[in-house]
């Protein structure tokens, strides 16, 4: 059975760092690429940043390109994003969500994954 849990969403200040942890279960860790996206209230899913099964590739939305990293750790089945510099406009449920297996290559399309974390909100006040 697959599972993705969220965990490190909060309330921070413009300017400063969140960590978001997504802990995956089920299936081989380093066989599918994985991804975040978020959902600000009102608007539709948006896609944040992805990675590769073995880590080797990432790509970002323009949003956050410099300020979001996004990492895995196989010895963990977690993947990571650190988010820097945080804006009011981060201000949104952020999603972690991974490909089947066999699925290697990193997406930004959100209808390429299939497996999808319960969120975690994370809020930046001015």
């Known amino acids: 059975q697959v599972q993705l849990v969220e965990s490190g969403g909060g309330l921070v200040q413009a300017g400063g760092s969140l960590r978001l942890s997504c802990a995956a279960s089920g299936g081989t860790f380093s066989s599918y690429a994985m991804g975040w996206f978020r959902q600000a209230p009102g608007k539709e899913r948006k896609f944040v940043a992805t990675i590769s099964s073995t880590g080797s590739y990432t790509y970002y939305a323009d949003s956050v390109k410099g300020r979001f990293t996004i990492s895995r750790d196989s010895a963990k089945n977690t993947v990571y994003l650190q988010m820097n510099s945080l804006k009011p406009e981060d201000t949104a449920v952020y999603y972690c969500?991974?490909?089947?297996?066999?699925?290697?290559?990193?997406?930004?399309?959100?209808?390429?994954?299939?497996?999808w974390g319960q969120g975690t909100q994370v809020t930046v006040s001015s």
């Open positions: 969500a991974r490909r089947l297996q066999g699925m290697d290559v990193a997406t930004p399309i959100g209808s390429d994954y299939n497996y």
